[in-house]
């Protein structure tokens, strides 16, 4: 176990659809691991493996930060199977340090998905849990919260950006 490097914008991999996982094997673990680890360092609620440069469609969730192992959730090949209802919350990314912005999403989500030993699950999510779950497959699509902004907003984030960066050098 490990705490690994967090891939931030604008690094491709970010930008990229990952692969399904098609092996469950003790490098599978080994990685699940460590995710759970610099997720919880980081601290955050949710990390999906390209995050840490691993092009696979594998997340882990966990709303209560470690505070309680009950809600830790290992998500593998997930899929969204029913959305309902509307919220909108200030979401931030492990990714994009030192930025937030007002997403909506659906309020509550079915997820189908295989958990960490290859077993189909299906998941319910409410509220921060929906959110989550929402977030970290958007990763696995190559989607990040500045793509479900609006338009004007992401403009601003990107000259901001260039901005910062050229100070930096
Ligand atoms: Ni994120």
Do not use: W
């Not at 440069?53 to 199977?81: F, Q, W």
């Not at 998905?113 to 977030?135: K, M, N, Y």
């Not at 919260?145 to 910062?164: A, G, N, Q, W």
């Amino acid at each position: 176990m490990s705490v690994l490097n967090i891939r931030k914008y604008p690094e491709k991999i970010l930008m990229k659809k990952a692969r399904s996982v098609d092996t469950i094997d003790d490098d599978l673990q080994q990685l699940i691991d460590s995710m759970v680890e610099t997720m919880h360092a980081a601290p955050g609620v949710g990390l999906a493996a390209p995050q840490v440069g691993v092009p696979k469609r594998l997340a882990v969730i966990d709303t209560a930060v470690g505070d309680s192992e009950s809600e830790l959730l290992v998500i593998i090949n997930p899929v969204i199977i029913q959305k309902e209802g509307d919220i909108e919350f200030e979401e931030g990314c492990l990714s994009i340090p030192e930025y937030t912005t007002k997403i909506h999403r659906a309020e509550r989500v079915l997820v189908s998905a295989l958990d960490r030993e290859g077993r189909p699950v299906e998941l319910h999510g409410e509220g921060l849990l929906s959110i989550a779950l929402q977030h970290e497959i958007d990763h696995l699509d190559g989607i990040l919260i500045l793509d479900r902004t609006s338009p004007i907003k992401r403009e601003f984030f990107k000259k901001r950006f260039r901005k910062s960066r050229k100070l930096s050098k």
